[in-house]
């Protein structure tokens, strides 16, 4: 893989991750343009740690109070006390709200892995986000992060399992989820990049235990660490963007984009072999 290649990929890798417009349907989309028939393991975990990093530096402040809460059980201060008490309850959502998507990854993995050979596939999933994005467009709810609940958190995880289907924007989904659950346009984003945060560490987790046996050549490592680097940089951003979007209900800019995205994508897809 060259650097431009690296440089290119990740970039999709990092801003597609949190766009509501599926990473997985881009990377099967680009990664057939720039000659890749299937991206280098090595290559995937560094950008997959690269949004990581995006989404934990974005949210720093969350991670770090729901680490503390976890460490520090009780606090004479009523008021500090009280905020132990609701970060160590988000991570007990987060908790639940991740358990649909690792069952589902156990369980249908090798099924997930041969819908990305099929650019049909990834089209049609694509309209069906663009859809759902302009179903939720002009949702607010008023729930917070204090007034979530357990089945809030349940069947946002369950869109999120859904989200594996390459072409399903999980980012769009769980937000979609979320707005759908009476969330307020603030809080349904931040709660959904959290959520995001635990699979994608679960993930890549996976992918460096086979990664043990696939070593990366090194005349290409470097080539995979600015892909890395730029994945983190463009996720940062990506997540900033959405967050402003939700908040101002322009969602519908990413449904169409989605959408026509998704056609031209199943019109060629149905069109030539995968």
Known sequence: MSWLTAVILGAVQGATEFLPISSSGHLVIFSR???????????????????????????????????????????????QH?????????????????????????????????????LLVVGIALVITGLILLAVNWLSGRKERDSTTL?????????????????????????????????????????????????????TALEVGRLIGQPAPPTELWAYLWGGLVAAVAGYFAVHLVVKAVRQGNLIYFSAYCMVVGIVTALVGGLTPS
């Open 151 to 203: 089945v809030d958190a349940l069947l946002i995880g369950v869109a999120q399992a859904v989200a594996l289907v390459p072409g399903i924007s999980r980012s769009g989904l769980t937000i979609a989820a979320g707005l759908g659950r009476g969330l307020h346009r603030d809080w349904a984003p931040r709660f959904a990049f959290l959520l995001s945060a635990p699979v994608i560490l679960g993930g």
């Open 82 to 118: 009280e905020q132990l008490k609701q970060s160590r309850r988000l991570v007990g959502l987060l908790v639940l709200g991740t358990i649909p998507a690792a069952l589902a990854g156990m369980l249908l993995e090798d099924y997930v892995a041969q819908l990305f050979n099929s």
């Open 33 to 79: 343009l720039c000659g890749c028939a299937e991206l280098p393991l090595a290559f995937v975990v560094i950008t997959h740690f690269g949004t990581l990093l995006a989404v934990v530096a974005y949210y720093r402040r969350d991670f770090a109070d729901m680490v503390r809460s976890l460490a520090v059980w009780s606090s004479a201060d009523p008021e």
